[in-house]
């Protein structure tokens, strides 16, 4: 770092966010894997205002992780990616109790990341407490899975239409979708 | 999940995605987008931290109330480390020797060939 940038109390050049597209695209290369993924991209984006204060409201959780498969090998906390694990089909099941959801089938960080605690990447706790404390409204009594499939016309065509459905039956008024 | 997102958000469900991956999400296009910059994995806080998940599920509800229109990213202030090289390493060409490069290689061919697998059982692709 320059003089000049540390007393200006500039970051350091690489503190940015990580441009994954980028990285991923010149890993794949690299490793010899010839035609490049295309990443979705559109000039327009949809918006939908909220019609009533999220007290009112019924708020749906979505997901990319996958309910614990036993018999489907290493599945974390700390396992490597794990292929076998994935799924998909858009399933769904019970917010009671405490659902055992892992991330094993996700290229998550695992050189700085563990997946020890699932409330990183399934907030189903903390919007429960939010539910009973009356931030939100309520829950739908079900949460909902989605599968990472590598083919964007199949989550198109297959994923979005099965989710909507689904978010509908339960009645649901806004969804929170965590990324993994 | 950007592309999920989307159809929601035309379908009159209004959403916000939570996420790590800046650059994917915003180059998709969503109407609420509440960035975490955090390894990936961490969307929804960090881990064993109740305070950094508790801090974060409530940006994300901000962000769904107020975001004033689509394209909506809200950075939340939480950073992960006081040293930021944990973002050089991700998949980073760069960083690697000929031999790591290799031996990704290698192991990449073995998950590709599990991933197949997992789909002709799941009746998804066939087995040619």
Redesign the interface.
Known sequence: MSDQSESLGF??V???????????S??YQ????GKPYE????????????EK??NQSRV?L?T?AAPYQPEKGDQGPGAP?N??A????VYTDSIDGEPDLR?SH????R???????I?????L???K??RDEG??GDLTPRFYG?PTNRS?RT??DQ???E??DE?RADQ????????? | MSLIARHLEENGIPTVVMGCAKDIVEGVGVPRFMFSDFPLGNAAGRPNDESSQAFTIELALKVLETAPAARTTVQSPLTWSDDPGWKLDFSNVEQLSEEEIAERRRAFDEIKSVAKQRRVEDGVADSA
């Open positions: 970051s350091q690489h503190d940015v966010p990580i441009p994954y597209i980028h990285r991923i010149s890993y690299t490793l010899g894997y990443w979705a991209r559109y000039a327009d984006v949809p918006f939908t205002p909220l204060p999220l749906a979505v990319t990616y292929a076998a994935k799924f998909y089909r991330v996700i290229g998550i960080d050189k700085h990341t563990t997946a020890e605690d409330n990183t990447w399934f907030p706790k903390q919007l407490r939010l931030r939100v989605a964007q989550t198109i994923d979005c239409v989710l909507l978010l649901a008024d806004v969804a929170i979708i965590v990324a993994n």
